[in-house]
């Protein structure tokens, strides 16, 4: 395997083939990275967090859950969780949101950050939208209310992941200099298939 750091507040995208695996690694503890998938052959076919709640039945997946796409199909499994706690409720970070929620004006979200590493691939900043925040903990009050809370993540700790389709994965190291990182931000590790091309915003 490939191992590469995503620096804080950047993000990394490559392509992976059907049966590859990956992972996803917070190496200082509290970090969380927001992760997309596509397929390969048609963007608009993407990972949807809707539709991986209704094929999963549940807001939170974790190791032996699969992904799902806006088709319904499998897009990833993770076969491995050091973690255990991950959120899909929220969606990615990005300039309004960084400014409005966290007093960060004219930076790139985890939004930016995903669509520039995802360029050289094709795919439209309209399409980056659905997010698995790997390491994320997010909360739901009296069945209604979501909150953030800070990561479970200790350092070292790794997320596994099988491609059930040939897809384009992009990862980014979350830039929220709040509870999402537990106050501030770090890089993220990518572990992927030696040969691996892997196209950066860094
Ligand atoms: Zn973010």
Not at 7 to 28: C, H, L, N, S, Y
Request: a negative charge; proline letters at 4%.
């Amino acid at each position: 395997m490939l191992r590469q750091r995503i620096p804080e507040k950047r993000g990394a995208a490559f392509e992976v083939a059907a049966g590859d695996t990956f992972e996803v690694t917070d190496p200082e503890g509290q970090q969380v990275a927001d992760l997309v998938a596509f397929n390969a052959d048609d963007h608009a076919e993407r990972f949807s967090t809707k539709y991986s709640y209704r094929r999963n039945g549940k807001v939170r997946v974790t190791d032996g859950d699969t992904l799902y796409t806006t088709r319904g199909r499998e897009i990833l499994t993770i076969t491995g969780d050091d973690c255990g706690t991950h959120d899909l409720l929220y969606a990615p970070c990005n300039e309004w949101v960084l400014e409005e929620y966290y007093d960060q004006p004219d930076q790139n979200g985890c939004r930016e950050n995903l669509t520039e590493a995802l360029e050289p691939l094709g795919v439209d900043e309209e399409l980056v939208l659905d997010t698995l925040n790997v390491f994320m903990k997010s909360t739901i009050a009296e069945q209604t209310y979501i909150d953030i809370r800070e990561p479970q993540s200790e350092p070292g700790d790794a997320v596994q992941f099988r491609a059930e389709q040939d897809c384009y994965v992009a990862v980014s190291s979350c830039a929220g200099e709040s509870v999402v990182n537990a106050g501030e931000t770090n890089p993220i590790d990518v572990s992927v298939p030696d040969g691996t091309e892997l196209h950066t915003n860094f």
